[in-house]
């Protein structure tokens, strides 16, 4: 009896069955993600547009934001869990959830500061862009920390202490004086369940006025 035919059949049905409960699984997520940021969005601005992109990806755009932002941008990046070998190869390589924050603000920050996680795919990929001698260098808070200006370490780490009471981890903190992003901030998906989401995108807030301050004030 020849088994291939069973076989690809039986493998077939596996992996459609994968994509569909994988799908389910990230449209799930980000409805449940996108009920709770609900109540914390106009904290940033009044109006927000939404868009899917597949099943991987939700962009929130943002162009009138409130002060201290101009524009701000967040990405809900999921894991490519509908196709099973994809999503197990970009686990090896530290993909996991994330939630990117790209924004422009009002007055450019005093300083400038990147900061990544090298067990994240997002933090791998700018300390391995970082031209290390044109910049200070320190380890920090188990990633690795590029800066300019005495203040950015200190302002760093209180950023990043932050960020870490309500998301289970933080791959990228970027603090930049020039356009387009002078924030960007990558980090798993908010605790929902543990915290309101104003309380949250607050502390979003704080962050960016924090990192736009002049040292002393």
Known sequence: MDLGVP?????????????FLGMQWNVHKGQRLLRWMREG??????????????TSLVRLGMREAKPPFREVEILLVFEPRDVPFLWLF?????????????????????????????????GQEILQRIIWREWEGMDLAGGRLAYHGPHAPRVITECLNDLARFCPYVARLSVRRNEPHHLQIHVGFPMDRQFPAREVFQQIRRIAERVVRSPGE
């Open 7 to 19: 076989v690809a059949m039986t493998l077939a049905v596996v992996v459609v069955g994968w994509f």
């Open 41 to 54: 969005l106009p904290l940033l601005s009044e109006r927000t547009t939404l868009q899917w992109v597949g």
């Open 90 to 122: 970009s686990r090896w390589r530290g993909r996991r959830d994330l939630m990117i924050l790209r924004a422009r603000l009002r007055q450019p920050p005093a300083f400038e500061g990147e900061w990544g996680n090298p067990t994240m795919w997002t």
